[in-house]
Nanobody
Framework: QVQLVESGGGLVQIGGSLRLSCAASGRTFSRDHMGWFRQAPGKERDFVAGISMNFGTIYYADSVKGRFTISRDKSKNTVYLQINSLKPEDTAVYYC???????????WGQGTHVTVSS
């Protein structure tokens, strides 16, 4: 059974930084993509960033380019999301997800809350 466990969220001041982690277990992820989505209060869940676990190919939503960095540790089946220069609009629940063979996002974590305040 696939499990995704996110961590690293919290309350941060404007301009601060956070690193989110997502540890995956339950299958071989070498051909999969892993990624991050976020859902702000009252809004839909949006794609943030993704990475292929095998080749490390990275892709971002245009809205986060320059401030967000996704990375992976293949040996730990873990992906990270570094978020810099946090803004109030980054406040959201951040979800980790797996796209089997890089196709649909099939598996989801429970989410970690990020709140940016002044």
């Amino acid at each position: 059974q696939v499990q995704l466990v996110e961590s690293g969220g919290g309350l941060v001041q404007i301009g601060g930084s956070l690193r989110l982690s997502c540890a995956a277990s339950g299958r071989t992820f070498s051909r999969d993509h892993m990624g991050w989505f976020r859902q702000a209060p009252g809004k839909e869940r949006d794609f943030v960033a993704g990475i292929s676990m095998n080749f490390g190919t990275i892709y971002y939503a245009d809205s986060v380019k320059g401030r967000f960095t996704i990375s992976r540790d293949k040996s730990k089946n873990t992906v990270y999301l570094q978020i810099n220069s946090l803004k109030p609009e980054d406040t959201a629940v951040y979800y980790c997800a797996v796209a089997v063979a890089g196709q649909d996002w099939n598996y989801w974590g429970q989410g970690t809350h990020v709140t940016v305040s002044s």
